[in-house]
């Protein structure tokens, strides 16, 4: 036990140095910031019950609506998301089902079952209230490595105007505005997702990073800071344009092994990752 926690200690403080060496310590490079948004930048009304998943806070407030029949209709809808979230978190535990396809099935349900009957103008307001709640350590990190980013981009299953909120809310952080990449919405009749320009899969994270490294071709290395297995997904596809060497992989508040085996450094959250940063002239 004590040899396992002993290595684990190791491990981090390899991966802490090679953060260093990776933003600081080597020639000043164009860098691209790529960050997950559910779980990893958004901490959320109540971390513990919704783990941070932006589109429950949506779900909570709209179920304020002013509308009596429509506050029940989301209320209802939220609590079979619940249970359909419970049973889906089960089977991927089993092994039966993948990060990927459990997330791509509860953004359909959301769609089809909670947002069918708000107004565009309900969505966007409610988008805005929960757009300051991101760790406020993240923010901190983010302020500590500005010097050193081209760019910023967040890459999620999170709505769209969840993600535009958010960017208008972070621009002062990095110099111009972030690029952002979520699940798109068309107003047909019923509400739809746009499959062609939304991010539902491990594979549209990869092909996101690809067009953002077409974007930025001054770009030499890319920081990805992920949650999940699919966030992997981001730092292959940038290693492959760049080389290891050029690719550094965060998991911060990682919800799966997965990400935790294959990213460079596992700091845990967001306040540790900021003493790790500030401690960078030791």
């Known amino acids: ?19 260093k060496d990776f933003l600081f310590r080597q020639p000043p490079e164009q860098t691209l910031l790529v960050c997950d948004f559910d779980g990893t930048l958004y901490r959320g009304i109540c971390p513990a019950l919704g783990r941070g998943l932006s589109a ?30 419970v049973r889906l978190r089960y089977r991927y535990i089993r092994g039966r089902i993948s990060m990927s396809r459990m997330d791509r099935i ?15 103008e309900d969505l966007e307001r409610a988008a805005r209230k929960i757009s300051g709640l ?10 500590e490595i500005s ?23 972070l621009s002062h952080l990095v110099p111009g505005n972030w690029i952002t990449h979520g699940v798109h919405l068309v107003s047909h009749s019923p509400l739809e997702i746009d499959r062609d320009h939304s991010v539902l899969s491990r594979r549209d994270k990869y092909q996101r ?21 699919d966030d992997i997904a981001m730092a292959d596809s940038a290693r492959e344009r760049l080389g290891n060497d050029g690719v550094f992989l965060i998991a911060v508040h990682a919800k799966d092994p997965k990400i ?21 002239k030791d």
């Open 134 to 143: 991101t760790y406020p350590c993240a923010r901190a990190c983010i302020r």
């Open 209 to 229: 990073l690809q067009r953002l490294l077409d974007r930025f071709r001054d770009v030499r290395r890319v920081l990805v800071i992920g949650d999940t297995e």
């Open 147 to 169: 010097s050193r980013i081209k760019a910023a981009a967040i890459v999620s299953k999170a709505f769209d105007p969840v993600l535009k909120a958010v960017a208008g809310r």
């Open 56 to 85: 429950a806070d949506l779900g909570f407030l709209l179920c304020l609506s002013r509308s009596p029949l429509r506050a029940l209709r989301i209320g209802t809808a939220m609590c079979r998301l619940l249970v359909l979230m």
């Open 106 to 120: 509860l953004v359909h349900f959301f769609v089809r079952w909670v947002l069918r009957s708000v107004p565009p």
């Open 1 to 19: 036990m004590f040899a396992r926690i002993r290595e684990m200690g190791k491990k981090e403080q390899r991966g802490s140095e090679k953060l």
């Open 260 to 280: 935790r085996r294959a990213c460079d450094l596992d700091p845990g959250n967001w306040k540790r990752l900021h003493r790790m940063i500030r401690a960078r």
